[in-house]
């Protein structure tokens, strides 16, 4: 071989594939990848039959040559020979991981009031739970609540879902559950325990959520929150109490307090306030009619209806539950004079209670009914 530089030419390697089936063998203790790699790194993979390759070097910077009689001038050049290869078929697929199941509860939203760690004993407990979330399956949903005792551990997230012994045995809050079928669903529930209740070696409170499956009973999500419970005597009760409710505002309209009753009108009331503890507010709308005494604001506070009015014509006057902080509770009606003829006044009751049915405040506006035709 002659030319001006070291140059190899007419070197043929020929790699013969042997058509027998290869296999892949890593010496002990050498990792598979670094093997395949070893073998794979070439673009060698995956071919067959012959294989020419040349091999070329560049001029010595010197111009020396290489004789013909393979003796050496200059620095030196030698070629690696190709290592014999067991090459990896390309038609292998990679393995994929196995798929994992899609959950049957998606929950996007949940969490449990009231805020912060600590609960007074000497108030009544009331919590709350805000959850939105889709199923699969039908399921069952369930607010609970139970008291940790003098000498037991307070629950862990570890074993939410589960209610120790002994408060089992003891008081506990856990009303039946709430049935769905599959779907999307925001909820909202409640509870509450009275204060008097409430054993005095109980050390802790927790409120508790889960979601089950309808046909099995499993859990599919649960969540929990522990409240340390206060020793404070003497704290008053929610109704008497002036710094469990701050009212905001309250409004009733119309603002005069006689009314042609011969045509349609509207009125309502709005009740905005700010509160430490849970409540419920109910409106009540009532005829007073001849012959009939006009209530005052303490029949107002007892949340009786006169037994001669004909009731709650223009609502339930179910309770509405609000939660802590701030609230707005509003209802508006539209008068119509299909109401009785001898009805002589139009009362609206406001009426804001603990989660219990104490009442804590109610407000009332009457508002004269002109006889129709007059």
């Known amino acids: 071989m002659r030319s001006n530089g070291l140059f190899v030419t007419g070197l043929m390697m020929t790699i013969i594939l042997s058509s027998c089936q290869h296999s892949i063998v890593s010496s002990p203790g050498e990792p598979i990848a670094d093997f395949m790699d070893t073998q794979a790194k070439s673009s060698l993979s995956g071919l067959s039959g012959t294989l020419s390759v040349s091999v070329e ?30 090459f990896m078929p ?51 949903s369930l607010l609970s609540g139970f008291l940790t005792y003098q000498g037991q551990n307070p629950p862990i997230e570890a074993t939410c879902g589960q209610i120790p012994a002994e408060s089992q045995a003891r008081l506990t809050w856990g009303p039946e559950p709430s049935l769905r079928e599959q779907g999307g669903y925001s909820i909202a529930d409640w509870g509450h325990l009275h204060a008097e209740y409430i054993p005095t070696d109980a050390t802790h409170f ?47 309209w119309p603002d005069a307090s006689t009314v042609d009753r011969s045509s349609d009108f509207n009125f309502g009331a709005r009740l905005d306030f700010e509160s430490i503890i849970m409540t419920q507010v109910r409106m009540l709308v009532f005829y007073i009619k001849q012959g009939q005494e006009i209530p005052g604001e303490s029949t107002c506070m007892s949340g009786l209806v006169p037994e001669q009015s004909e009731g709650t014509h ?61």
């Open 206 to 252: 927790t409120a508790m959520f889960t979601i089950s499956r309808q046909a099995d009973a499993i859990v599919e999500y649960c969540i929990q929150k522990t409240y340390v419970l206060i020793d404070e005597p003497g704290i008053p009760t929610p109704a008497d109490d002036p710094s469990a409710i701050k009212v905001i505002g309250i409004t009733f």
């Open 314 to 374: 223009f609502n339930t006057g179910s309770a509405t539950r609000m939660w802590t902080g701030i609230s707005r509770f509003e209802r508006a009606y539209t008068y119509s004079a299909s109401a009785p003829d001898d009805a002589t006044h139009l009362v609206m009751w406001l009426l804001l209670e603990g989660m219990s049915g104490q009442p804590i405040l109610c407000r009332q506006k009457v508002i004269e009914l002109f006889p129709t035709g007059q």
């Open 57 to 86: 070097t560049a001029t010595p910077p010197d111009g020396s040559t290489t004789p013909d009689d393979g003796t050496q001038e200059g620095p030196t050049s030698t070629a690696t020979p190709m290592p014999s290869a067991t």
């Open 90 to 140: 390309t038609d292998i697929a990679t393995p994929t991981p196995s798929a994992v199941p899609a959950p049957l509860v998606t929950v996007s939203y949940a969490e449990i009031f009231p805020g912060g760690s600590e609960m007074s004993r000497n108030r009544p407990l009331d919590f709350a739970v805000k959850a939105d979330f889709s199923s699969t399956v039908g399921t069952m």
